[in-house]
C-alpha cells in the first residue's frame, strides 16, 4: 500500500488528512479514489492504516482502521556524510533513504569535481529531499531521513549530533569496516570521500576512526551505500526480514 509521512495532529478522532504534494500525488499520480487504502506514519512514530473517502488533489481523507507503533527503523542511527558525486546524486540519496540511513549531509570537498552556486544547491537539496520521503516511503520506513544543505566539510563535521562515532572510509585506512565492533554504537557519522579521497588536511579535521571498504576502489556514487549497507550489517540490522 503507498506509504505517506505526515505530522501527528494529522490523525484525530479516528481520521486522518493528507495535504499538499501528497495529496495531488495520490490524487492525480496514483489516482486514488474512495474505498482504498494506504499507510500514513506521523512524525510520534506511529503507523495508520487509512481507509479513503474524499479524495480532491489538495487533501486526502479516511478513517482510521488500525494504529501500531511503526517499523522499519533500523537501531543504530546513521549519519551519511556524502561528498558530492560527479555523477548519480539523485540515485544514491534515493538508495540511501531505502537503505536506512537516518540524515544525509551533502558535503564539498577540495577534490569534489562538481561545483554549486547557492542557488543550483539549494534546488538539488529541495530535489533530494523529495526523493528521500518517497523513497523512505516505498521502503516501509518508519521516518524519512533529512537531506541537509550542501555545505563545507568542517561545518559539517561541527553540526553533527553529540556523541556520534565518526568513522572516515579512505583506502589507506588499515581497519576494515565490516570488522569494527559496533555492539554499544547507537549513532554513527560515515564519512564518504569524492572520486579522489579527502586530503590530509580534511582527514584531520575529521578527527575519527579510518576504515577502508576492502581492496577495490569503489566511485563515490556506490562507496556511500556500499558503506552504509555494511555498518548495518555490521550492528545486525540485516538480519530480520521485512516485519
Given amino acids: 500500500m503507498p506509504r505517506f509521512f505526515v505530522p501527528a495532529a ?38 495508520h492504516g487509512l481507509l479513503l ?66 542557488r543550483r544547491a539549494a534546488h538539488r537539496v529541495q530535489r533530494w529531499n523529495a526523493i528521500a520521503r518517497n523513497a523512505a516511503g516505498l521502503a516501509g520506513r518508519a521516518r524519512m531521513p533529512e537531506v541537509h544543505g550542501l555545505s563545507d566539510l568542517g561545518d559539517v563535521r561541527a553540526a553533527l549530533p553529540a556523541g556520534a562515532r565518526v568513522l572516515v572510509c579512505s583506502t589507506t585506512a588499515q581497519t576494515p569496516l565490516a570488522r569494527v565492533d559496533l555492539a554499544s554504537t547507537s549513532r554513527v557519522a560515515l564519512c564518504i570521500g569524492p572520486e579522489g579521497g579527502f586530503d590530509p588536511d580534511e582527514l584531520a579535521a575529521l578527527d575519527g576512526e579510518q576504515v577502508h571498504l576492502g581492496p577495490r576502489v569503489l566511485r563515490a556514487r556506490l562507496a556511500g551505500l556500499v558503506a552504509l549497507a555494511t555498518v548495518l550489517a555490521a550492528a545486525g540490522e540485516m538480519d530480520g526480514a521485512v516485519p
Fill in 53 to 118: 473517502d474524499r479524495v480532491a488533489a489538495d487533501r486526502v481523507e479516511g478513517a482510521v482502521e488500525w494504529s501500531r507503533q511503526a517499523t522499519g527503523e533500523p537501531r543504530i542511527e546513521v549519519h551519511v556524510v556524502q561528498a558530492l558525486a560527479k555523477d548519480g546524486m539523485d540515485e544514491l540519496v534515493e538508495a540511501l533513504a531505502e537503505m536506512g540511513a537516518a540524515a544525509i549531509w551533502p558535503v564539498a570537498t577540495r577534490r569534489t569535481v562538481v561545483r554549486l552556486d547557492a
Fill in 10 to 47: 494529522a490523525v484525530h478522532d479516528g481520521r486522518a488528512a493528507v495535504e499538499g504534494d501528497d495529496a495531488a500525488h495520490l490524487a492525480r499520480s496514483l489516482r486514488a479514489t474512495a474505498g482504498e487504502r494506504i499507510v500514513l506514519v506521523d512524525d510520534a512514530g506511529r503507523e
